[in-house]
């Protein structure tokens, strides 16, 4: 069993920046692909980004070139640097773990997900 704890979000203004964390249980963590997910209020949840467990990165289209994500596994936490927010943003953001390892983009292929860390973005 994997329990994810995200941190870090908060309000900021369009074109400023957050970075959340994702500490995670367990000794397997390394294992892992460590992903992220957003969701707005009446959307469904989407794919943001995902770090593979041999540290390769994937991301969305609409994130691309704006948010970084990475990992220590030393510290068995992985982070999602955002930067140039912008309102559409805005959402709900969780962090998951798959057993699989691989750059998986589809939630169900996520094996365990953390409570979600709110991030909102004025304009």
């Known amino acids: 069993q994997v329990q994810l704890v995200e941190s870090g979000g908060g309000l900021v203004q369009a074109g400023g920046s957050l970075r959340l964390s994702?500490?995670?249980s367990g000794r397997t963590f390394s294992?892992?692909?460590m992903?992220?997910?957003r969701q707005a209020p009446g959307k469904e949840r989407e794919f943001v980004a995902v770090i593979s467990a041999?540290?390769?990165t994937y991301y969305a289209d609409s994130v691309k070139g704006r948010f970084t994500i990475s990992r220590d596994n030393a510290k068995n936490?992985?982070?999602l640097q955002?930067?140039?927010l912008k309102p559409e943003d805005t959402a709900a953001y969780y962090c998951a773990a798959a057993r699989t390892g691989g750059l998986v983009t589809r939630t169900p292929a996520y094996d365990y997900w953390g409570q979600g860390t709110q991030v909102t973005?004025?304009?």
């Open 77 to 79: 936490t992985d982070y």
């Open 22 to 24: 994702c500490a995670a």
């Open 121 to 123: 973005v004025s304009s």
């Open 31 to 33: 294992r892992y692909a």
């Open 82 to 84: 955002m930067n140039s």
């Open 54 to 56: 041999g540290g390769i």
């Open 35 to 37: 992903g992220w997910f």
